[in-house]
């Protein structure tokens, strides 16, 4: 597969480019803000283009034109200003979907967050601006026609993966590695298993492998 | 009709709740967040409840159970925090949108932002943020098999309103006096031609009421 992503510097997604350069099977294309984040992954040898979440629709249908497929990873979390939530979280992957949908580029993957589909779970959040936009935008992509998975994932750490997860609809809250998640998102893209689906994301017990085809 | 005001404290909702109170054919009730507003409203003799956009589902089915028709006018244009605008403009908004179905009413007139449904027109917007939020919540409505109508105001004035509009799906930008927005509200109540439909709204030439039957 030829898979852009989008939200390439963050931190899921530096794992994920890394992931799928080196995977046989995938081509990777990074979707970048700045000129220096490029020229750094071009170094790499790995194909990046500039684009930006702020910007029109057409132009992310221009960067995903010929992709078989998208994952949306851009997005920093509940601690940026809640503009940007507004602009980048909800608007920026809304924007991404539609430019997918013109490009008929119809496998998307979308990096949310735990529970973001259970609104039950998130009334007292002091994250809940994020978690409403990661909700419409997730909520955006189920009814666009694509074959889409939502990958959920709770507490995300930086220590390295152990390629142990639990998948479900309905976890308890736990942690997981962001290189797991990216791993995930890798076994996830052609598993057709998941299309039509979201599932929360912890570490857990079982392989990534196993656990997908259970999903 | 029976109709409940969402954000009947707000500068437009007031216009709309003494203009449905002096009305023959429409019962309002008042939704407010403050005891002290409850008061006030109860002091003039108008129905008021108490209930919260950030609380639940359940307590605005509550509110509009039994109603009509559902009037959205929460929200405070594009200058409150970005926070409130996903917590009030969008998930309020779209909250009231789902409490509505979920007590069967089948009735809903949001009050939204000017060529709010045209992106392009706000890609450079200081508002952005805002327009995004009252965007999404207006797509909601469009998808929520609600009979709705969407009014698209210009720049909102506080001047006496002069019963003079113009409607239209795209308009040149313009101004309206807001009390000439809550009239429009009341005409529309009950005007089945503005069903499924939505509309810029600025002081113009015709009558509200020749205005109204043209969209």
Redesign the interface.
């Known amino acids: 597969m030829n898979v852009v992503v989008i939200g390439a510097n963050g931190q899921i997604g530096k794992h994920l480019v890394n992931q799928l350069q080196a995977h046989e099977q995938h081509e990777v294309t990074a979707m970048v803000r700045k000129e220096g984040q490029k020229k750094e992954l071009e170094d790499r040898g790995i194909h990046a283009v500039l684009a930006d979440l702020e910007g ?2 057409s132009d992310l249908e221009t960067v995903v034109k010929g992709a078989d497929a998208v994952v949306f990873t851009a997005g920093s979390g509940g601690h940026t ?3 940007k ?3 980048i979280d ?2 920026g992957a ?1 924007k991404s979907i539609e430019a997918a949908k013109k490009a008929n580029v119809n496998r998307f993957v979308m990096v949310s967050a735990f529970q973001a589909h259970n ?1 039950d779970s998130w ?1 007292d959040s002091p994250i ?2 994020y978690m ?2 990661k909700h ?1 935008a997730d ?2 992509l189920m ?1 666009s026609g694509l074959d889409y998975t939502i990958v959920r994932p709770g507490g995300l750490q930086n220590e390295p993966g152990i390629g142990k997860i639990l998948a479900g609809e309905n976890l308890d809250r736990g942690n997981i590695p962001r290189e797991d998640v990216a791993a995930t998102i890798v076994e996830v893209l052609e598993a057709q298993n998941t299309y039509q689906k979201g599932f929360d994301l912890i570490a857990g017990e079982s392989t990534i492998s196993e656990a997908v085809k259970k999903i």
Do not use: C, H, M
Request: proline fraction near 10%.
């Open positions: 029109s629709i200003g809640p503009d939530t507004l602009l909800l608007d809304v609104r009334a809940k601006p409403v936009a419409f909520d955006t009814q």
